[in-house]
Every structure is written in C-alpha cells, then in structure tokens.
C-alpha cells in the first residue's frame, strides 16, 4: 500500500496469514479418470478410499483424480 505525502511516496508493509475459513469444512471426493464416476463430496479422506477401492473393484478402473476443497480467509497479523 502507497500514500502520497507532500510529495513524497510512503509505503506502509503489514504482514497477513491465509488460512482456512473457521466457518466452513474441508471436503474430499474423488473422480474415475476412465468413466467420470465421482465418490460426491465427504468430511473424511476413508470414505472416498472405500469408494475408489470398491469402484475398482467393480470397473477394474484404476486411477482416479482425487480433489480436496477448503475456504481461505486472509487475515492481518496481530502487530504487539
């Protein structure tokens, strides 16, 4: 950030943080890379395990693509 001053430039730095949004969860799902079958979204990484596990199991398909989503805040850090 830059203010103009008098004619002069003055810069101001404050340090931020990211972290995750306290009010909202971490999902986990996973994708078949072969059919598109998807797990659907979980609060947990075991049920989409279970679910790609039992997807090959059925299919024979073995890859997949697995997406974890979280919410970010940035947060100014406290100056003492």
Known sequence: MSAVTGGKVVYRYVDHTITEHPDT????EAQC???ADESGPQAAAEPVDIWCLRHTGRTGHAGFRRLCT???MVVRNETT
């Open 70 to 72: 979280s919410f970010a």
């Open 33 to 35: 890379l072969h059919c």
């Open 25 to 28: 969860d971490v999902t986990l």
